[in-house]
């Protein structure tokens, strides 16, 4: 199934996408758990609904999993190439925003101060049922379906934070785009590879040019793996979302500038839009817009560290 949350006549609901199509669901149905025979209202098309980010997650981990990604973004945000040696022990990843949550279509601002800004093109596993200390053979039982995720990032200010050794914060803290819509898993395992990795095709491309295109299956960890590490020692619950990190070949312009020297192609400007399609998925294309200029902050200030007496 594929299932939709959109707006339609001033409401907001859930839908079963069928071709050029959404069938509601029943009013308060959600887009986790729903039955295969479940009822649905009168079709209405897709292009007279607003989409929205499939789930509202309860947590977001984006995980760096594309060792050729890494290469590239480490040289263009750190100014040293390679691989870390650590990045190979297990799937890293950072807790993202689940409160900046953007629909397929809806415009993105750039971020205040930002004058680096970047796409990344990225599948999320969405949670289906809680879990804690689940191995990966349990874990693939706990992801309900997939969806697109662009983790749009403030280059410069990424780069700038993470001197501090913490981070990303800012630099990737004002919008993500989930959808267009959540696949439910069983649709997309005729796509698994023999080692487990499902083989989709991964495209984006800026103003209709290309920028990048890759496969899913060149993750180095398959999502169960991220899943049953995400549980170690903790839980994972229904409306979690885990970022697959961002694809190589040219998944995100910051892996070119690293690879070639220069910022080549340029960072996003208002008015350009960035389209990602994702095989067995769908596509989402988003128009970046003029963000809001940064509120004025002090720098920190020397203090003469007295202690109690």
């Given amino acids: ?85 650590a990045w190979y ?15 397929a279509h809806d415009d993105v601002p750039i971020p205040p101060g930002c004058h680096a800004f ?47 050794g913490l981070g990303p914060c800012k630099g990737k803290d004002t919008a993500t785009t989930l959808g267009p819509w959540l696949v439910t898993a069983d649709e997309l395992e005729p796509y698994r590879d023999t080692d487990g990795f499902l083989n989709l095709g991964l495209t984006v491309s800026v103003n209709g040019t290309e920028i990048g295109r890759d496969l899913l299956s060149n993750m180095s960890w398959p999502f169960e793996e991220l899943v049953a590490y995400a549980s170690r020692g903790t839980w994972v619950r229904p409306g979690d979302v885990l970022g697959s990190g961002t694809c190589g070949n040219g998944g995100c312009l910051a892996e070119l500038w690293g690879l070639c020297g220069k910022q080549d192609p340029p960072p996003l400007q208002p008015g350009d839009t960035v389209e990602i399609t994702v095989e067995g998925i769908g596509t989402v294309r988003n128009t970046v817009v003029a963000g809001a200029d940064p509120v004025p902050l002090p720098k920190a200030r020397p203090r003469p560290r007295h202690r109690p007496a």
Wanted: with cysteine; hydrophobic share 35%; proline share 9%.
């Fill in 1 to 85: 199934m594929k299932i939709a949350t959109y707006t339609h006549d001033g409401r907001t609901r859930c839908g079963l996408v069928d071709g050029d199509t959404i069938r509601p669901l029943p009013d308060g149905a959600g887009p986790l758990h729903v039955p295969e025979d479940v009822p649905t209202g009168e079709p209405v098309l897709l292009a007279q609904v607003r989409l929205l980010p499939p789930v509202q997650p309860s947590s977001v981990r984006d995980y760096v999993t594309f060792e050729e990604h890494v290469e590239g973004v480490r040289k263009s945000v750190e100014g040293r190439g390679g691989v870390p040696d």
């Fill in 89 to 103: 022990d297990a799937p890293t990843f950072y807790f993202g925003n689940p409160h900046a949550m953007i629909g």
């Fill in 118 to 164: 970047d796409f990344e093109l990225e599948v999320a596993a969405v949670i289906g049922k809680e879990g804690a200390d689940l191995t990966p053979e349990q874990a693939r039982h706990h992801i309900y379906g997939y969806t697109i995720f662009n983790d749009w990032s403030a280059r410069d200010l990424q780069s700038r934070e993470m001197q501090v």
